[in-house]
């Protein structure tokens, strides 16, 4: 079990005027920011991220999506930090978000959901890689 997650907040949340909520809401809940920044992703770099849906029907939307807007990656650490920031975060589909997780405030729907968070303890390492090199982390 690792201390440290990697989280993105999303075009629509950016877009929506909710990064400062989330942020704060992130940093209430006890996590410390150990890398932070602006970016936006090409339709390439998309693809390259998220490259494990490549085959499933959903992952042109998805590309498109997450190169449509700014988006601001992080890397987060607190104990337990993969498991725990997925509970923060909510359920995918925002309808089956518990009420307070960040989902259920900020998502529209399962393919616009305002966040990103690790499944794993190795994708957070692999993610936080992909936008962090070791002078960008904290």
Do not use: W
């Amino acid at each position: 079990m690792s201390n440290r997650t990697f989280t993105m907040i999303k075009p629509d949340a950016f877009r929506n005027g909710h990064s400062g909520a989330i942020l704060d809401r992130i940093i209430k809940e006890g996590y410390r920011i150990v890398a932070l920044k602006l970016t936006k992703l090409s339709a390439e770099k998309a693809g390259e991220f998220y490259a494990v849906h490549k085959e499933r029907p959903f992952y042109g939307e998805l590309v498109e999506f997450m190169s449509s807007g700014p988006i601001i990656a992080a890397i987060l650490e607190k104990d337990n930090a993969v498991a725990s920031f997925r509970e923060l975060i909510g359920a995918t589909n925002p309808a089956q978000a518990a009420e307070g997780t960040i989902r259920k405030l900020y998502a529209t729907s399962v393919g616009e959901n305002a966040v990103h968070g690790s499944d794993s303890d190795e994708n957070a390492a692999i993610e936080g890689a992909f936008f962090f090199s070791g002078l960008e982390k904290f």
